[in-house]
């Protein structure tokens, strides 16, 4: 009887480990989506609410239209040479 005790705690004790596995993915993917928004900026918060929009039966056309606008202002910013004599921190 012990054994099949034993056997019971050790099956629970991995179900409890598997949802701990599981749980600490989701949450490194959780930080890592929001590390991706947050380096990306506006064109991906722009192209969130585009879905969103329409997700809900609206047109994201505008939303749209504004994360082209800033992923073209993203490339000429990315070809840009920056060096110490032109760099500037914009606001």
Do not use: C, P, W
């Not at 054994?3 to 596995?21: A, R, T, V, Y």
């Not at 809900?56 to 000429?76: E, P």
């Amino acid at each position: 009887m012990k054994h099949i005790n034993s056997k019971k705690n050790n099956l629970i004790k991995q179900k409890g480990q598997g949802i701990s596995e599981y749980l600490i993915i989701v949450a490194l993917i959780a930080v890592a989506s929001i590390g991706v928004v947050g380096f990306m900026g506006d064109t991906v918060s722009n192209q969130m609410a585009s879905m969103a929009m329409e997700i809900s039966g609206q047109s994201g056309d505008t939303a749209a239209s504004r994360a082209k606008t800033q992923a073209k202002a993203a490339q000429s910013n990315a070809n840009k040479d920056e060096v110490l004599a032109n760099f500037t921190i914009s606001k």
